[in-house]
């Protein structure tokens, strides 16, 4: 069998390794997690690399070779019913570009490592990036304490997984200089279908930030409270929900979600008394980004105000935009173009481990075309020559960092 059509059959065979039959939910962690490591990491040893887990829980494989190291890598975790690509195709691939050259017994004048993050989508804890910002050293400790739906901490779960939770600094890259920080990962978006492009080479990835926010009204009887006396928390939330989608149609290059809501008590015949929303703002302008989200939580408190409801905002995680190396955009050009293909460069407006792994050291992205450009959606979809063409790229890529 071909490589790329390998790193193809991997991606779906990694799909078996779910929270959730006939879905793909993978989060931080979790059963499905050490099914994925186990795979992945005899994958790295057919590949010719030592293989550890750390105590985040990221899997490294390290193919030796002398003095610097680069590192290659994605995520395996996944939203809820997430697609096959997103996050292990960029695993997959940075395999398969070393099993080329364990294959041809080679060695290039610096080390590779590729590391498959343990926790970038924030399924389980709604914080992102637990696994690069390890590597990075930019873990903070006081996630450690966050719960996720049942109550479990993050430091229970790292020690239920085999980590120790006391031990995360040591997780921090040691292993002396690194070259940076290259990921793989499907597009998520339209362009490069649009365009009729295999692969595109990314300059940026758009900031963002999350926020959780909780209007509290009262609960009451749906039959006996009249409609004038009501402190329905849910209809302030649903205000709040078309405000966001208002603000951000409005203004260019922005995107804003609310993509989750809890109501409680949750009952048919019970106003409701809470509800707990996330916003996720993103531009690739950090100053219009921050204006937008002071401006959306000061809606939230007006809204809140005039309803005569409770709110509560809280911050959960915010990312500057993250520039990609000049040194690692025009390599990955040259890559592509001594390839044959058209360069086209496009910012990403999805966040990625690069945005971690930057506070560590210079980082590049490939992005690979994917069908009608559908991501964290079970029709997650890429073609067998596309991945041909995104290995040979990773591999033209070493050889042009071998040779400089
Ligand atoms: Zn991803």
């Known amino acids: 069998m071909t490589l790329p059509r390998i790193v193809i059959e991997r991606c779906q065979y990694l799909a078996r390794c779910s929270e959730e039959p006939g879905a793909i939910t993978r989060p931080f962690a979790s ?104 590597v990075a050293g930019t873990f903070d400790l006081a996630d450690l304490d966050r719960v996720d739906a049942d109550g479990v901490t993050i430091r229970d779960a790292i020690r239920a997984f085999g980590g120790d939770p006391e031990r995360i600094d040591g997780d921090k890259w040691s292993g002396g200089r690194v070259l940076g920080y290259c990921e ?53 939330a649903s205000v709040f929900v078309q405000a966001v989608e208002g603000y951000a149609s409005s203004t260019d290059g922005m995107v804003a979600t609310v993509g989750q809501l809890s109501v409680r008590p949750g009952a048919a015949n019970v106003v409701p008394g809470e509800v707990t929303l996330s916003l996720d703002v993103r531009h690739a302008d950090d100053a219009l980004r921050l204006m937008a989200s002071r401006h959306l939580l000061d809606v939230a408190a007006e ?63 490939l992005f690979v075309r994917c069908k009608g450009g559908i991501s964290h959606n079970p029709a997650e979809s890429v073609t067998t020559d596309d991945v041909a063409v995104a290995i040979d790229v990773l591999s033209r890529l070493l050889e042009l960092l071998a040779e400089s």
Not at 343 to 362: C, F, I, N, Q, R
Request: net charge negative.
């Open 31 to 134: 059963e499905a997690m050490r099914c994925a490591n186990e795979l992945v990491g005899d994958w790295m040893r057919e590949a010719g690399m030592a293989v550890r887990r750390d105590n985040i829980g990221n899997l490294r494989g390290r193919f030796e070779g002398a003095g610097e190291t680069l590192l290659l890598g994605s995520h395996l975790d996944s939203v809820r019913d997430a697609g096959k690509y997103d996050g292990p195709l960029g695993v997959a691939v940075a395999i398969a570009a070393v099993q080329r050259l364990h294959d041809a017994g080679r060695r290039l004048p610096f080390a590779i490592e590729v590391l498959a993050f343990a926790d970038e989508e924030g399924l389980r804890f709604g914080s992102t990036y637990l696994g690069s910002r390890a």
């Open 184 to 236: 793989v990962h499907i597009e998520q978006g339209p362009i490069l279908e649009s365009r009729d492009l295999p692969v595109g080479v990314v300059t940026a990835i758009a900031g963002q930030e999350r926020h959780r926010i909780t209007f509290t009204g009262e609960a009451a009887h749906a039959g006996t409270t009249p409609m004038d006396q009501r402190r329905d928390a849910l209809v302030a």
């Open 303 to 365: 809204i809140a105000k005039h309803r005569g409801i409770g709110i509560k905002t809280n911050q959960i995680s915010e990312d500057a935009t993250v520039s990609c190396s000049r040194r690692l955009v025009s390599t990955f050009s040259q890559a592509v173009r001594d390839l044959g293909h058209p360069v086209v460069e496009l910012a990403s407006g999805a966040g990625h481990d690069a945005v971690a792994m930057s506070a560590l050291t210079e980082v590049g992205m």
